[in-house]
């Protein structure tokens, strides 16, 4: 039995090598470059990607530098790659690099930046920068974002004097590694889902001091400075459970308010059965792991140009 998606290893804009899935549609509409978020990996979110393909839409995944198998996959990695071993400025570069990887491969078809958590604050990030990386050029590459439940501010944050210490050590020994553990019964109310995260042999719940200050700094100031930055003409649809544990849905709230765009949709997940979504929406039951999907896809499909002509893949 094939797989549904498609495997490779391939070379980032410096040679490093990146684990990246393609779930490919015979026919897309659209292009979806997904990020994921902090200490986990592509993987995790098969279920979700396997069904986009059906509705036209092209997944491409890749193992963040410093995550998944990109730092431990013993017979694939890059030399230098190591656990957390990454930075904010690595990682616009990487988006930016397999965001006109796909431009190239799929010319005219529109090409969507999405991303949950870590990610979600990269996806957020990328656009707001105050200078390269990304490029004007690179900057320019996707129609429109998706930030699902993005790392803004911590739920719980920790008391300044650790994230003062944590910020001068990283100047010193920028990718030390520390304890990161979010804690899994913080992640999703599905107990499965639980049970495989804290098993997983590819989530190690640390990070280093360089890759949490970047993704915590980087998020906060989101909110203080950057979203003046984001293109009024750059439509944003943002996903948030109002019962999320690891990233504050309130910040959400506040960045989706603040920001200029004319064109922006914010979609609280609330449950009847309790206070709300936790952290991965994907993954939660009383059918929010279907809306995570079927409402990215919509807004997806809501804003695809109408002269885009269906192009076969190449892919």
């Not at 899935?21 to 470059?33: H, I, N």
């Not at 109310?189 to 804290?198: F, G, I, K, L, W």
């Not at 603040?258 to 929406?281: M, Q, R, V």
Request: glycine content about 8%; some cysteine; hydrophobic content about 40%.
């Amino acid at each position: 039995m094939s797989l549904p998606f498609v495997e490779e290893w391939l070379p980032g804009f410096d040679g490093h090598q990146f684990y990246t899935r393609t779930y490919p549609a015979t026919f897309p509409k659209a292009v979806v470059l997904f990020v994921h978020g902090f200490a986990e990996h592509i993987g995790r979110y098969e279920q979700a990607h396997v069904q986009y393909p059906a509705r036209s839409v092209t997944v491409f995944a890749f193992d963040l530098r410093g995550y998944g198998r990109t730092a431990l996959d013993g017979a694939h990695k890059s030399k230098d790659a190591a656990y957390g071993k990454t930075n904010w400025g690595w990682q616009m570069q990487d988006i930016e690099f397999f965001g006109k990887r796909l431009a190239q491969e799929l010319p005219g078809i529109p090409l969507f930046l999405m991303g949950h958590s870590a990610g979600g604050g990269q996806t957020l990030a990328y656009f707001t920068r105050a200078s390269a990386p990304p490029t004007a050029e690179g900057a320019k590459l996707f129609t429109a974002a998706i930030a699902a439940s993005p790392c803004l501010t911590l739920t719980h944050p920790k008391p300044k004097i650790v994230r003062w210490t944590g910020s001068k050590l990283a100047l010193i020994r920028p990718y030390q590694l520390i304890s990161a553990d979010v804690g899994v019964e913080n992640i999703t109310r599905n107990t499965a889902v639980r049970e495989a995260y804290a098993k997983d042999p590819l989530i190690k719940k640390m990070g280093t001091l360089k890759g949490l200050d970047d993704m915590l700094s980087g998020g906060e100031k989101l909110l203080t400075e950057d979203y003046q930055r984001w293109p009024k003409e750059l439509p944003l649809f943002i996903m948030s459970g109002t019962a999320d544990y690891v990233t504050s849905s309130k910040a959400a709230e506040e960045f989706y308010n603040k920001i200029p765009a004319t064109d922006k949709k914010i979609s609280l997940f609330e449950a009847s059965l309790c206070s709300g979504g936790y952290h991965e929406l994907v993954h939660e039951p009383d059918g929010m792991a279907d809306r995570w999907v079927n409402e990215s896809i919509e807004w997806i499909e809501a804003h695809i140009p109408a002269k885009s002509p269906p192009t076969e893949s190449k892919l």
